[in-house]
């Protein structure tokens, strides 16, 4: 089972996935092993399912299962759980007994197909949410998104609102922008804290002279 060329084409498949589609957009390294990790559980319990006397429809119910597992630990992205789905759809494909080999190939390439295409930056371009908690009851959406552009100095940020607290009067909103849109932060001025060095060296030698 081990030889088998959907697992040879898994292996290849989940390299191409995690390495070079994840891995080179800038994904969070911690998620490589996470990715790489889930891809080889779900074929490994499905190889040893199809093998076994159970049916390729327990396998379907460990799929399912997977699927609705919420990590605790951190929250992902809604472009990491695509990525994490096809990481277990990969999995499966390769440990389930097809009959053809070709059409195993075939529907692990559209899977990558579909990331590669999807997750191109030209098509979805890359964005960052942010919670915030606002210092006003802001109740219009728009208003709460026009003292988030106020506040990140971003004209292009939106905000959604999560819950409105009309008792301590503040908003939490989730805010999205396109990192190149952030406002570039310029370092303070080497002049503007030469003085203070001078005042404290000349304090520290007339100290030391009495």
């Given at each position: 089972m081990l030889t088998s060329p959907l697992v040879l084409a898994d292996v290849v498949a989940i390299a191409l996935l995690v390495f070079g589609l994840f891995w080179r957009r800038d994904g969070r390294r911690e998620l490589?092993?996470?990715?790489?990790?889930?891809?080889?559980?779900?074929?490994?319990?499905?190889?040893a399912l199809s093998d076994g006397t159970v049916g390729a429809g327990l396998g379907l119910g460990l799929f399912g299962i997977l699927s609705i597992i919420r990590l605790r630990s951190e929250e992902l992205t809604q472009r990491e759980v695509a990525y994490y789905f096809?990481?277990?759809?990969?999995?499966?494909?390769?440990?389930l007994t097809i009959t053809s080999t070709l059409l195993g190939i075939a529907l692990m390439t559209a899977i990558l197909a579909a990331v590669a295409i999807g997750d191109h930056p030209r098509i979805a371009g890359r964005t960052v949410s942010q919670e915030m908690v606002l210092d006003q009851a802001w109740t219009d959406p728009a208003e709460a998104t026009a003292r988030v552009r106020t506040l990140t100095g971003i004209p292009t940020a939106t905000a959604?609102?999560?819950?409105v607290d009309l008792v301590n009067d503040t908003t939490l909103v989730v805010a999205r922008y396109r990192p190149e849109d952030r406002p570039a932060v310029r370092d303070a001025p080497a002049e503007d804290t030469a003085p203070a060095l001078a005042d404290t060296s000349s304090l520290y030698l007339e100290r030391s002279a009495r």
């Open positions: 490589v092993v996470a990715f790489l990790t889930v891809n080889v559980g779900v074929l490994a319990v499905t190889a096809a990481a277990l759809a990969l999995g499966l494909l390769g440990g959604t609102v999560v819950r």
